[in-house]
């Protein structure tokens, strides 16, 4: 038996008592009449609807703490038992957020004089009825991220040598210069971990589509899109039609800056491995990258420094000699962010958080990720290691958790980032910061008598 979290609001009828003298101006007390009327029926919906909301809040706070604790415990210990824990504590949310959205569409939010209540309902009210649907993403979802953290690749003339892909195949990708050790740990993960999950990620493409047209979306696409729509306050309008046309706008205004790039990116390659390997008009192998995806070329940049005599700002030999520890650099990202004015981190974070691999064998996913768990238990997961890259992914992660704090005392259904670019737009203009030669010379990680170059800032142009 379910348990709706409040009834049906009541429709009440109101006549004013003075409508039955009125003699002549009848009109005009007639609508201020209807207008009392009006408000104050809508005062009582607003009124029921905070109520309601009141109450929704407090069982989910409950409910997605339990399920975000289920989901922390699986991705940093990937059992079946785990995920049989996480499933079930996803589902009880689910079935409570489906019913409550279904005592929300009770509401005409047309009647709520309050901003605020009538942007919660609005958001409660729009989710899919249809669980099932539900049930089987999240089954494929799971069942891609075991392979994804556990799958393996396997030498050719050593089936025992066998390495995951974090820690091991992104090493090769980020510091392996050769060129058939990149192709081969390139090939090696699509060929033997993508090959196994393509069939599950088709089924997951044609479950999220199946999930947004319940939504009321053309597709998943657009139901991306729309988490940029802004219809409420209405002087923050903003449709996701137009998010098409401004990403084609910014592609066009810095493709003439990627072509630069990329042409640079190659003639170095060229230059490296030479005309058997890299065309000097044609694309680059992605392998070559330094990235698994070739979404982040810094992991070349040893190989085409364009300045070589000028001092470098990469610290990671300074925090090798300094014997920084994985403690030092989110100890140093606090004290980046408390700097500024910004939030310490909580005793439950320093307690709970992952931010190295376990060593005792535990199976964990090692993607860097900012938990907001419920019930302002804030955590990030991460396999750190000591170099300058996951020194700055490090100040991007407990970037979002500062997001995260900023809005922990919102209404449930508002703790949220104003939309998911922005929530990363956060994280990274935090970790730009942690690039300056300022911040760096204030940690002793590089020499006070660093100069900084001021024609970096010269535009020949």
Known sequence: MKQALIRKPSSRSFTHPAFFDLKGNMLSWLCFTWSLVVLAGAQDVTQQAAEFLKQFDARADDLYYAASIASWNYNTNLTEENAKIMHEKDNIFSKFYEEASKNASMYN??????????LQLHLLQNVPTNSSTKDQLDTVLRKMSTMYSTGTVCKQDDPFNCLPLEPGLDD??????????????????????GKKMRPLYESYVELKNKYARLRGYADYGDYWRANYEVDLPKEYQYQRAQLITDVENTLQQIMPLYKHLHAYVRRHLYKHY????????????????GDMWGRFWTNLYPLMVPFP??????????????????????????????????????????????????KDGRKVVCHPTAWDMGKKDYRIKMCTKINMEDFLTAHHEMGHIEYDMAYSDQPFLL???????????????MSLSA????YLKSLGLLEHTFQEDTEIKHNPE
């Open 274 to 289: 030479g005309p058997e390997f890299i065309n000097p008009e044609g694309a680059i192998p992605a392998h070559l990258l």
């Open 109 to 118: 939010v047309n009647q709520i004089t309050n901003e605020t209540i009538r």
């Open 435 to 438: 690039a300056t030669p300022k």
């Open 172 to 193: 090769i990708m980020e510091n392996n210069w050769s060129y058939s050790e990149r192709l081969w740990a390139w090939e090696g993960w699509r060929a033997d971990v």
């Open 309 to 358: 005599n000028k001092t470098s700002i990469d610290v990671t030999s300074a925090m090798v000699t300094k014997k920084w520890t994985v403690n030092s650099i989110f100890k140093a990202a606090e004290q980046f962010f408390t700097s500024i004015g910004l939030f310490p981190m909580t005793d439950n974070f320093w307690n709970n958080s992952m931010l190295e691999e376990p």
């Open 415 to 429: 703790r949220n980032g104003a939309n998911e670019g922005f929530h990363e737009a956060v994280g990274e203009i």
